[in-house]
């Protein structure tokens, strides 16, 4: 059997009870910040993606919870894009004063890094609304290609128009909107409206091989 000396285990005891060393310690911690900063790194482009995707969610649920709700509640809801303010928005409202239907102004907020923006110069438009121009690019009706209104309207028929008095075809409005994440064009995307139906459609950007872009419905 071995035996130890009392000094070597009072030697051994004093360690054990004075834990650890300074540069242990330092050791332990560099080692964490270490991992801290390669989990950081390596999250950082799924949380972009994320957010692309979010403000392209919410952009699909505005649009058609302003026209479902034109539809059931008998009165035309505006929605409203812009750009001018930071974090771009989407305002989504009722256009009779003092309405009290189910839904009354709503206004969504895009994350700071998504913005309306303008796919790559070429890229052909989605469903060919406009001449990508304009990040925000509706007002495109039967007898004007101007575009570049910031406003659509949902009626109670279901169509889109460009005002809240709904007077049938010659305001039929169709148009479509651009975001995406600046220096990340694989993030684009675009959601555009059919004025007559009021249909909806939400579409994503893909290369097709150098500097040429194809929109895919999504």
């Known amino acids: 059997m071995l035996m130890r000396s009392p000094e070597t285990d009072a030697f051994h005891r004093r360690r054990r009870e004075s834990?650890?060393?300074?540069?242990?310690?330092?050791?332990?911690l560099a080692i964490s910040v270490i991992v801290s900063v390669v989990s950081v790194v390596s999250l950082l482009p799924l949380l972009k993606a994320q957010h692309e995707t979010n403000a392209y969610n919410t952009t699909l649920a505005a649009m058609r919870q302003a026209r479902d709700n034109a539809v059931s509640q008998r009165t035309a809801y505006s929605v409203t894009f812009s750009a001018a303010v930071t974090p771009n928005t989407i305002t989504v409202s009722p256009t009779l004063t003092g309405f009290q239907g189910d839904q009354n102004t709503v206004t969504y907020q895009y994350p700071n890094d998504v913005l309306f923006l303008l796919p790559p110069t070429g890229t052909a438009s989605p469903d060919g609304f406009g001449t990508g121009a304009n990040a925000i690019d509706f007002g495109y009706t039967a007898s004007s290609n101007a575009g570049g209104a910031t406003?659509?309207?949902?009626?109670?028929?279901?169509?889109?128009?460009?005002?809240?008095?709904?007077?049938?075809?010659?305001?039929w409005d169709g148009g479509v909107v651009y975001l995406g994440q600046s220096g990340n064009v694989g993030s684009d995307r675009a959601v555009d409206v059919w004025g007559a139906t009021g249909r909806i459609h939400?579409?994503?950007?893909y290369s097709t091989g150098?500097?040429?872009?194809?929109?895919?419905?999504q």
């Open 151 to 171: 406003t659509i309207y949902f009626c109670p028929d279901g169509s889109a128009q460009t005002a809240s008095t709904c007077a049938g075809a010659g305001n």
């Open 210 to 217: 150098g500097s040429s872009y194809q929109w895919v419905r």
């Open 202 to 205: 939400g579409w994503r950007l």
């Open 19 to 28: 834990g650890f060393s300074l540069l242990e310690m330092a050791s332990v």
